[in-house]
């Protein structure tokens, strides 16, 4: 009962630590959008697709370092990194299809559009980094079968 109690306590942290680096895609691509839009006079979804570009990429950082880091520091594999580059592109392609979906067929605003899709993405994204992405990030790995024979064999 007490490790489900830790693994919850745990589960609750990284959730909260996403919404907080989450912030950084919403607020980024909000004032990315304003700039480019206000100052810049650029179409809305060059301005969008930009500012969001931009905001992942910083997103990246701070979600493999500080989100869902190992306990041990170590880097993350390629894999995680291939699968994060996936995943966040397609979440960049499903944010822009909300937005101008929202604009297209709702009349909304980008400003409102981004606010409705940010509460989509405060769950989808921690579920998809959680359980696909990062899946392994907080597990000891097992030996592998050369691993464990190596130790049988010289009594270790």
Known sequence: MKR??????RIAIQFL???????????????????????????????????SLIAHGIFFVVSREWVFNTETGEKKSSREI????I??????????AI???LR????LSPYIGQFISGFFFG???????KFWVFAGANTTPKPTFIQSTKKRKHGK
Do not use: C, H
Request: proline share 1%; no cysteine; charged share 15%.
């Open 4 to 9: 489900s109690r830790k693994q919850l306590i």
């Open 17 to 51: 630590k996403l919404q907080v680096a989450g912030n950084i895609i919403f607020w980024g691509t909000y004032i990315g959008y304003f700039v480019s839009d206000y100052f810049f006079n650029k179409p809305e979804l060059w301005a969008l697709a930009v500012a």
């Open 82 to 85: 291939k699968r994060f580059i």
């Open 87 to 96: 995943f966040m592109g397609f979440n960049y392609f499903l944010n822009l």
């Open 99 to 101: 937005i101008e979906g």
């Open 104 to 107: 297209m067929y709702f009349g």
């Open 123 to 129: 769950i989808w994204t921690y579920v998809g980094l």
